[in-house]
């Protein structure tokens, strides 16, 4: 190791992390990361259930599956709030349920959400320039558009889902056939599949 070059994140935990817990069916906090998570996955490890996604910008108990193509809902006894070093759970079974196995991975998004007006949408993020992690929420015009994403530098992979509707998760990456002309699909199987020009103008992120 002393012959590589220093890396940008001396510890990778200050940025990312996973823990593992058994779920009580009640309420219970999950503790002991580096950083306050701003998104946090969830899935349960020896049941048969969905994964739960949650994050800061849409707020405690606003879920989404990303197994699934079903929209945003609330359910307010999920994740019950974000913590300093964790997070909150309430009694719903969707992450704590009784005496099963969970695990929970979770990304530290930066400190605050601003609003953004580098693309011609106004869109909210909240980003950690150091680890090249954002989370972007922002409203489609059905239109050629752009939007700004709040890094420091060219986003590798991009996840997309539509918050209202019953839509497939879209990922585009630097390493497929083409970016942002070529996607995949989070929650299918399908294999990599041509964009066209009505999904990312052909135009890779900047």
Same mark, same amino acid.
């Given at each position: 190791?002393? #012959?590589?070059?220093?890396?940008?994140?001396?510890?990778? @935990?200050?940025? !990312?992390?996973?823990?593992?817990?058994?779920?009580?069916?009640?309420?219970?906090?999950? @503790?002991?990361?580096? &950083?306050?998570?701003?998104?946090?996955?969830?899935?349960?490890?020896?049941?048969?259930?969905?994964?739960?996604?949650?994050?800061?910008?849409?707020?405690?108990?606003?879920?989404?599956?990303?197994?699934?193509?079903?929209?945003?809902?609330?359910? =307010?006894?999920?994740? $019950?709030?974000? /913590?300093?070093?964790? !997070?909150?759970?309430?009694? %719903?079974?969707?992450? #704590?349920? %009784?005496?099963? %196995?969970?695990?929970?991975?979770?990304?530290?998004?930066?400190?605050?959400?601003?609003? #953004?007006?580098?693309? @011609?949408?106004?869109? =909210?993020?909240?980003? #950690? *320039? /150091? =680890?090249? !992690? =954002?989370?972007?929420?922002?409203?489609? /015009?059905?239109?050629?558009?752009?939007?700004? +994403?709040?890094?420091?530098?060219?986003?590798?992979?991009?996840? &997309?889902?539509?918050?209202?509707? +019953?839509?497939?998760?879209?990922?585009?990456?630097?390493?497929? $056939?083409? &970016?942002?002309?070529?996607?995949?699909?989070?929650? $299918?199987?399908?294999?990599?599949?041509?964009?066209?020009?009505?999904? !990312? *103008?052909?135009?890779?992120?900047?």
């Amino acid at each position: 190791t002393a #012959n590589l070059p220093d890396p940008t994140i001396a510890d990778g @935990s200050t940025a !990312f992390d996973a823990k593992l817990y058994v779920g009580n069916g009640s309420t219970q906090t999950i @503790s002991g990361y580096g &950083f306050s998570p701003d998104v946090v996955w969830t899935k349960g490890r020896n049941r048969a259930s969905a994964a739960n996604l949650f994050d800061t910008i849409r707020g405690a108990g606003y879920l989404l599956y990303p197994d699934s193509t079903e929209p945003e809902s609330l359910v =307010s006894d999920s994740l $019950t709030a974000f /913590t300093s070093d964790g !997070f909150s759970l309430g009694s %719903n079974s969707v992450s #704590n349920h %009784n005496a099963i %196995n969970h695990v929970a991975w979770a990304w530290d998004a930066g400190s605050s959400t601003v609003s #953004n007006t580098d693309g @011609s949408i106004t869109s =909210s993020v909240r980003a #950690n *320039q /150091t =680890s090249g !992690f =954002s989370i972007v929420k922002y409203t489609g /015009t059905g239109s050629n558009a752009s939007f700004g +994403h709040g890094l420091n530098a060219q986003p590798h992979m991009v996840i &997309f889902k539509n918050l209202d509707t +019953h839509d497939n998760y879209v990922v585009i990456h630097k390493q497929l $056939t083409g &970016f942002a002309t070529y996607r995949l699909h989070l929650n $299918t199987t399908a294999a990599e599949s041509s964009a066209g020009a009505s999904w !990312f *103008q052909n135009t890779a992120p900047t």
